[in-house]
């Protein structure tokens, strides 16, 4: 059934949902492809869409643009949090699945905290359907995270322990909003409207329980195989990926970000943002694309 808050509208642009392997998945598009690849945007935890607001107009353009509400997130459907529902190998797959859905030929991921390791994932898993990655805020999932920085990811284990559910809807929302604070770095804070577009869709229980499932599943199954190398294979060395942590993400830092740089994959650090870059500074993100694209042959 359709949630009765419907998404926010962007000029420009129109929304759909497409039936993907059994899973209703909600995109925003629009903008044309005359001037370079198709880009697909994807948002983290916890958030949706919205995020892109900034970005959408500058890229579409030049671009044809698609942002994806993940499964669980947004206003896409939300299955049942079982098994390996919410792993985010399972994401991969149903976000290259999306992209023939839409008829889309080898776009540009970009992708922010979750929806930039799904995106790196997506590319590891199958190069070919991609022109390349830019991953904001994020670490690249076949890099290794020494022991010692492990703590920075101490709220996985409430966001996806036994109070996870509480934590996305107890206390109106307080812990959601502590994330948003604390992430916020030294950059610009998130208004209270801003968020609010982000927390009304964990108000309903299964994008809630979703929220926990996607750091239940990290936690219990993920990240094990990825602290012994087993996750995800390194992109091919010919693949390119652009990497944009924010100067102030006290958990993503650049320097946990900067263990994937090669030859192929190229880190840059966005000044002014901590961990919600692509608000905090679209501008840099939509100059950074750009860039990359154009770098592409």
């Given amino acids: 059934m359709r949630s009765m808050a419907l998404p926010p509208a962007l000029e420009g642009f129109t929304e759909r949902s497409l039936d993907v392997n059994g899973v209703?998945?909600?995109?925003?598009?629009g903008g044309t492809e005359h001037d370079g690849p198709p880009i697909v945007l994807v948002h983290g935890w916890p958030q949706h869409w919205?995020?892109?607001?900034?970005?959408?107009?500058?890229?579409?353009?030049?671009?044809?643009?698609?942002?994806?509400?993940?499964?669980?997130?947004g206003w896409s459907a939300?299955?049942?949090?079982?098994g390996d529902a919410y792993d985010k190998r399972v994401l991969a797959r149903?976000?290259?699945a999306l992209l023939d859905e839409l008829?889309?030929?080898?776009?540009v991921l970009v992708g922010h905290d979750w929806g930039g390791w799904v995106s790196l994932v997506a590319a590891s898993l199958a190069p070919e359907r991609l022109h390349g990655v830019v991953g904001i805020a994020i670490v690249a999932p076949w890099a290794t995270v020494p022991l010692r920085d492990l703590w920075r990811f101490g709220y996985q284990l409430v966001v996806g322990g036994p109070l996870g559910y509480l934590a996305h809807t107890a206390m109106k929302q307080r812990f959601l909003r502590l994330v948003f604070r604390l992430g916020a770095g030294r950059g610009r804070r998130l208004a209270s409207d801003e968020q609010k577009v982000y927390l009304e869709r964990f108000r309903e229980p299964a994008r809630a329980r979703a929220g926990v499932a996607m750091y239940r599943r990290f936690l219990t199954h993920e990240m094990p195989a990825a602290l012994r190398g087993r996750y995800a294979r390194p992109v091919p060395t010919d693949f390119p990926v652009l990497l944009l942590p924010g100067r102030d993400d006290g958990v993503l830092?650049?320097?946990l970000v900067r263990r994937a740089e090669a030859p192929n994959v190229e880190v840059r650090v966005v000044e002014g943002a901590g961990h919600w870059v692509p608000e905090q500074q679209p501008e840099v993100v939509v100059e950074q694309v750009e860039r990359f694209v154009s770098a592409m042959p």
């Fill in 24 to 29: 209703r998945l909600h995109v925003v598009e």
């Fill in 253 to 255: 830092a650049p320097e």
């Fill in 94 to 96: 149903e976000l290259l």
């Fill in 103 to 107: 008829g889309l030929d080898r776009p």
């Fill in 50 to 73: 919205w995020i892109w607001r900034d970005v959408m107009p500058v890229l579409a353009r030049r671009h044809h643009v698609v942002a994806v509400d993940l499964r669980g997130h």
């Fill in 78 to 82: 939300a299955p049942r949090a079982r």
